[in-house]
């Protein structure tokens, strides 16, 4: 613990939303960040680190500290839809539960004021959201996603009918927000990534100053649908027009050049439907794609001009240097569907075909609706095998940043190869304040002790300046697993083991991987090592049933089957009949 006669720090935690591995400039990125590359040079990459596949459930381990199927969302509230009785099971809710005390909570109880402004999705029902969770002051968007300047014409006139389920999107402190009336109804009158920081620095402004403070900051941007003013968007013009691949191969050799992946590297190959091939589409379905893929670096862009307002402030008080800032992704780059369901209802197509305007020029305002699919997102994750959704490296390997003065004063710029994970954030935080984890009980209920590691004794150990690939998961630390979907993988030191079904880009069985030499999970080894495969098979035995993991049949048969789960339910359906429809080129463009 540190000790307790220093000032403590403050806390400001950064969290991009479908942001791919190499998608900011100091990852091997085209997109100007100057801010996080700035962040970065004072501060250290982390290459190693990992989420869930997916954003509500990292979200409910970057705030338990513990694995998600304990902590609440073992299943996204957007799954469990399809099957109720399946996942009436703890850990399961589709919220951050209560058998949990969440990061806010504990630094509550303990001097910090907490503030949030930006995307929640941990609970939709007054009793899950933030104001509950130890959040003084909190401005919230409640469901996975939503129209980034506020405009949602599906919830007014003449709407349809399933939509009356729906909640409220935003709430502050607890209350709801209706931005049509503070926007004096003009759908420019918001924009997400705009209005999340300058409503933060707001509340920064107004904190009680004999309190240390911990700020949450998590953007919604660059989820889809991809809209930015189109000052940032025209900024890309042409520099995608040469495709996905051709931008894939950019990335990938800045990455070797910056020295965050290995001169050999075999990278996974590109998993997509063959007509999406950039040879395959016409010239105007190549301007439609390319268009969106500038929107989505015109996002990233300005999501990085307000990381810049967020850290000038922090300047300009005098916190700067005791604040311990990090930036992260919460899964990899986002290449299908699935969120869209809580504020678009079952059939997007519909919604979007209906109100809103999808050609060229209109791509990236606030009345279209677009996303740019498995190839782009491909491009954001290579070497790693696909992207958001899978326990595949792409899906769960993303950016990280960290910068502390006492610990990065000295070592700026510095890279850092250690496998670290999401639920490590809330004991380094706590060991940073001075806290410690209430154990056993909370206000009053039980609650499950912290899964993830302290990262304080890492960074504060002088062995670790000279040896950036010592690890912070010792061998004898428990195996780290992930499940969601049915799509499973399990890691113990360098060695992983993945499951995924045939139809969802699998072999039905358990793969397995050496990730010191095949970071791209290229080479399934389950043939030539079949004792390492017995093994990480019953530590996945021991995460099950230590996590409360609702799985298929016992891992003896030759498929692992996910009972309640049919083909069609899972993501839309077919993957590549998703991925398809998930293009901007494909199906809803009004030219």
Same mark, same amino acid.
């Given at each position: 613990?540190?000790?307790?006669?220093?000032?403590?720090?403050?806390?400001?935690?950064?969290?991009?939303?479908?942001?791919?591995?190499?998608?900011?400039?100091?990852?091997?990125?085209?997109?100007?960040?100057?801010?996080?590359?700035?962040?970065?040079?004072?501060?250290?990459?982390?290459? *190693?680190?990992?989420?869930?596949?997916?954003?509500?459930?990292?979200?409910?381990?970057?705030?338990?500290?513990?694995?998600?199927?304990?902590?609440?969302?073992?299943?996204?509230?957007?799954?469990?839809?399809?099957?109720?009785?399946?996942? *009436?099971?703890?850990?399961?809710?589709?919220?951050?539960?209560?058998?949990?005390?969440?990061?806010?909570?504990?630094?509550?109880?303990?001097?910090?004021?907490?503030?949030?402004?930006?995307?929640?999705?941990?609970?939709?029902?007054?009793?899950?959201?933030?104001?509950?969770?130890?959040?003084?002051?909190?401005?919230?968007?409640?469901?996975?996603?939503?129209?980034?300047?506020?405009?949602?014409?599906? #919830?007014?006139?003449?709407?349809?009918?399933? #939509?009356?389920?729906?909640?409220?999107?935003?709430?502050?402190?607890?209350?709801?927000? *209706?931005?049509?009336?503070?926007?004096?109804?003009?759908?420019?009158?918001?924009?997400?990534? *705009?209005?999340?920081?300058?409503?933060?620095?707001?509340?920064?402004?107004?904190?009680?100053?004999?309190?240390?403070?911990?700020?949450?900051?998590?953007?919604?941007?660059?989820?889809?649908?991809?809209?930015?003013?189109?000052?940032?968007?025209?900024?890309?013009?042409?520099?995608?027009?040469?495709?996905?691949?051709?931008?894939?191969?950019?990335?990938?050799?800045?990455?070797?050049?910056?020295?965050?992946?290995?001169?050999?590297?075999?990278?996974?190959?590109?998993?997509?439907?063959?007509?999406?091939?950039?040879?395959?589409?016409?010239?105007?379905?190549?301007?439609?794609?390319?268009?969106?893929?500038?929107?989505?670096?015109?996002?990233? %862009?300005?999501?990085?001009?307000?990381?810049?307002?967020?850290?000038?402030?922090?300047?300009?008080?005098?916190?700067?240097?005791?604040?311990?800032?990090?930036?992260?992704?919460?899964?990899?780059?986002?290449?299908?569907?699935?969120?869209?369901?809580?504020?678009?209802?079952?059939?997007?197509?519909?919604?979007?075909?209906?109100?809103?305007?999808?050609?060229? %020029?209109?791509?990236?305002?606030?009345?279209?609706?677009?996303?740019?699919?498995?190839?782009?997102?491909?491009?954001?994750?290579?070497?790693?095998?696909?992207?958001?959704?899978?326990?595949?490296?792409?899906?769960?390997?993303?950016?990280?940043?960290?910068?502390?003065?006492?610990?990065?004063?000295?070592?700026?710029?510095?890279?850092?190869?250690?496998?670290?994970?999401?639920?490590?954030?809330?004991?380094?935080?706590?060991?940073?304040?001075?806290?410690?984890?209430?154990?056993?009980?909370?206000?009053?209920?039980?609650?499950?002790?912290?899964?993830?590691?302290?990262?304080?004794?890492?960074?504060?150990?002088?062995?670790?300046?000279?040896?950036?690939?010592?690890?912070?998961?010792?061998?004898?630390?428990?195996?780290?697993?992930?499940?969601? #979907?049915?799509?499973?993988?399990?890691?113990?030191?360098?060695?992983?083991?993945?499951?995924?079904?045939?139809?969802?880009?699998?072999?039905?069985?358990?793969?397995? #991987?050496?990730?010191?030499?095949?970071?791209?999970?290229?080479?399934?080894?389950?043939?030539?090592?079949?004792?390492?495969?017995?093994?990480?098979? %019953?530590?996945?035995?021991?995460?099950?049933?230590?996590?409360?993991?609702?799985?298929?049949?016992?891992?003896?048969?030759?498929?692992?089957?996910?009972?309640?789960?049919?083909?069609?339910?899972?993501?839309?359906?077919?993957?590549?009949?998703?991925?398809?429809?998930?293009?901007?080129?494909?199906?809803?463009?009004?030219?």
């Amino acid at each position: 613990m540190s000790s307790p006669n220093k000032r403590r720090p403050n806390f400001l935690v950064i969290v991009a939303d479908d942001l791919g591995f190499s998608d900011v400039g100091c990852f091997g990125s085209e997109i100007r960040t100057p801010n996080l590359d700035k962040l970065a040079s004072s501060g250290i990459r982390m290459t *190693d680190f990992h989420t869930a596949a997916a954003c509500s459930p990292t979200r409910a381990m970057l705030l338990s500290g513990t694995d998600n199927h304990i902590a609440g969302v073992g299943v996204m509230s957007e799954q469990k839809e399809h099957d109720l009785a399946r996942w *009436d099971v703890p850990g399961h809710e589709g919220y951050l539960n209560l058998r949990v005390a969440a990061l806010p909570e504990v630094l509550q109880d303990n001097g910090y004021h907490t503030l949030l402004s930006g995307k929640w999705h941990l609970g939709l029902k007054p009793a899950y959201i933030p104001d509950k969770r130890g959040f003084d002051r909190s401005f919230a968007l409640l469901p996975g996603c939503s129209n980034h300047y506020g405009w949602e014409p599906q #919830f007014g006139e003449g709407m349809i009918k399933h #939509f009356e389920r729906i909640p409220p999107l935003y709430t502050e402190d607890g209350n709801l927000v *209706d931005l049509k009336a503070n926007t004096n109804n003009d759908p420019k009158g918001f924009y997400s990534s *705009d209005f999340y920081v300058d409503n933060l620095v707001k509340y920064l402004s107004e904190r009680p100053t004999d309190k240390p403070f911990f700020a949450f900051l998590p953007f919604a941007a660059p989820h889809w649908p991809l809209q930015v003013n189109k000052t940032y968007r025209d900024r890309y013009k042409g520099v995608y027009d040469d495709g996905p691949e051709t931008l894939r191969l950019r990335r990938l050799a800045r990455l070797k050049e910056l020295g965050l992946i290995a001169q050999d590297v075999i990278p996974h190959d590109v998993v997509a439907p063959p007509e999406t091939e950039w040879s395959a589409l016409t010239d105007q379905e190549r301007k439609l794609s390319a268009r969106a893929m500038e929107t989505f670096a015109g996002m990233v %862009e300005n999501m990085d001009e307000n990381i810049g307002k967020i850290l000038n402030y922090l300047e300009e008080i005098g916190e700067a240097d005791n604040t311990f800032i990090i930036f992260q992704s919460d899964n990899g780059a986002e290449g299908a569907s699935y969120e869209a369901r809580p504020t678009m209802g079952d059939s997007v197509l519909d919604v979007v075909n209906r109100f809103y305007d999808n050609s060229l %020029e209109n791509i990236g305002e606030y009345n279209s609706f677009v996303w740019y699919g498995p190839r782009w997102a491909q491009a954001a994750t290579a070497p790693s095998r696909l992207y958001k959704m899978y326990s595949t490296e792409g899906g769960i390997k993303v950016p990280m940043i960290i910068n502390y003065p006492p610990w990065t004063k000295e070592r700026g710029g510095e890279v850092v190869n250690a496998f670290a994970t999401v639920m490590d954030i809330m004991p380094t935080i706590l060991d940073l304040a001075g806290v410690q984890h209430p154990g056993k009980t909370f206000r009053g209920r039980e609650v499950e002790e912290m899964r993830g590691k302290s990262w304080v004794k890492f960074f504060e150990n002088k062995n670790h300046i000279e040896d950036t690939t010592t690890a912070i998961h010792l061998e004898d630390d428990p195996a780290m697993g992930w499940e969601l #979907f049915g799509r499973a993988a399990l890691r113990k030191g360098n060695w992983k083991i993945v499951y995924m079904t045939p139809w969802s880009y699998g072999t039905g069985d358990w793969e397995l #991987f050496d990730l010191s030499k095949d970071p791209g999970e290229t080479k399934d080894l389950s043939r030539e090592e079949p004792q390492k495969l017995k093994e990480l098979l %019953e530590l996945w035995e021991i995460y099950v049933e230590k996590n409360g993991v609702v799985w298929g049949s016992p891992l003896s048969e030759v498929e692992v089957k996910v009972p309640g789960l049919e083909r069609k339910d899972v993501i839309g359906g077919d993957p590549l009949e998703d991925t398809r429809a998930w293009m901007p080129h494909r199906g809803h463009c009004k030219d």
